[in-house]
C-alpha cells in the first residue's frame, strides 16, 4: 500500500521478483571458485602438490650417479623437463584423485551438511545454473591442480636437471620445444582423466548430505579399479575401467614417433565417465526436494 493508502498491484516492480532471473553467471562462477580456494585444506593440498616433484627433484639429484635406476629415472637425468612426467604420474596414481573427489563433495553435500545448499537453490540462481558453475569448478581446479605438478615440475627439473633436450625411449634426442609440447599434451590428457573422476564425486555428492560418504565411494572405486586390472582373468571387464592403462598412455610422450592409441582411447573412457557422472547429477539435483 501507497503512503496515500492505494493498494499496489502484486506485479514484478518487487526488487526480490526482478532479481530472480538476474544473477550474473560469471560472478556465481567467481564466487564459487573464491569459496573453494580459500579454503585451507584446498592450500594445503596444492601445496602437497607442488611439493612432489621438488621432493622428486632433489632425490634424483642426490642419486645421481648411483647404481641401478630404471628408463624413467635415467632419462630424467638427461632431461628435466621430464620430472613433471615422472611427478605426473605419481600423483594419479592417488593423491589427485583424492583431492578432486573432496572438491566435489564439498559441492553439493557439504553445502547440504552445512544448510547452504537450500539457499543457494532459493536464491535467484536455477539448479541447472547452479549444476553448471559447480561442474565447471571442478573442471577449473582439474586443470588448476594438474598444472601445479607440471609446471613446478617442469620448472624444478630445468633448474636441477638441465632441460636443452629430452631423451625418447628409442635412444633419440627431441628439442625442448617439442618435449614442453609433449608435456602439454600430456596435462591436458590428465585434466580430463581427473575431471571424469570429479564427474563420478559430483554425482554422488548430489545423492548424500554427508561429504565423507563422497570420498571414501570415490576412492574405494579408484581402488577397485586398481585390483581388477591387477587381474588377468578379469580382462573382459578392463575396457570399462578408467584407471585402465593410464601408465602405458602417460608413457607414450617418451615414444619417437608418438603413439597415442592409449592416450586416445583413455581420453574417450574418461569423456564417458563424465557424461556418466554430469547425467546422473542433473537427474538427481532436477528430482530431489530440499
Not at 11 to 36: D, H, I, K, N
Not at 57 to 73: A, E, I, K, Q, R
Amino acid at each position: 500500500m501507497s503512503a496515500t493508502g492505494t493498494i499496489r498491484p502484486l506485479t514484478s516492480e518487487l526488487p526480490v521478483a526482478a532479481g530472480r532471473t538476474a544473477a550474473p553467471f560469471g560472478r556465481l562462477l567467481a564466487a564459487e571458485l573464491r569459496l573453494m580456494l580459500r579454503r585451507p585444506r584446498t592450500l594445503v593440498a596444492l601445496g602437497l602438490l607442488a611439493l612432489i616433484p621438488v621432493l622428486m627433484g632433489v632425490t634424483v639429484v642426490l642419486s645421481s650417479g648411483g647404481p641401478g635406476g630404471d628408463f624413467l629415472m635415467a632419462a630424467i637425468e638427461g632431461s628435466g623437463v621430464l620430472l613433471s612426467l615422472m611427478a605426473l604420474t605419481m600423483s594419479l596414481a592417488l593423491l589427485l584423485p583424492l583431492l578432486i573427489s573432496v572438491i566435489a563433495a564439498d559441492s553439493f553435500a557439504g553445502e547440504a551438511a552445512a544448510g547452504t545448499l537450500r539457499g543457494l537453490l532459493l536464491a535467484p540462481v536455477g539448479r541447472g545454473r547452479l549444476i553448471t558453475v559447480k561442474a565447471l569448478s571442478v573442471l577449473i581446479f582439474s586443470a588448476l591442480s594438474v598444472a601445479v605438478v607440471v609446471v613446478v615440475g617442469v620448472v624444478v627439473g630445468v633448474a636441477l636437471l638441465g632441460g636443452d633436450a629430452m631423451i625418447t625411449a628409442s635412444g633419440a634426442t627431441i628439442g625442448l620445444g617439442e618435449a614442453l609440447l609433449r608435456i602439454l599434451l600430456l596435462a591436458g590428457w590428465a585434466t580430463v582423466q581427473v575431471f571424469a573422476v570429479g564427474a563420478v564425486a559430483l554425482a554422488l555428492s548430489s545423492a548424500t548430505e554427508r561429504p565423507i560418504v563422497v570420498t571414501a565411494s570415490v576412492m574405494g572405486g579408484f581402488i577397485g579399479f586398481q585390483l581388477v586390472t591387477g587381474f588377468p582373468s578379469l580382462d573382459w571387464l578392463h575396457p570399462a575401467v578408467l584407471t585402465h592403462r593410464w601408465m602405458p598412455a602417460q608413457l607414450e610422450i617418451l615414444n619417437d614417433p608418438m603413439n597415442v592409441t592409449d592416450l586416445t582411447t583413455s581420453f574417450l573412457r574418461a569423456c564417458f565417465y563424465i557424461l556418466i557422472g554430469l547425467s546422473l547429477t542433473v537427474w538427481r539435483m532436477n528430482s530431489k526436494d530440499y
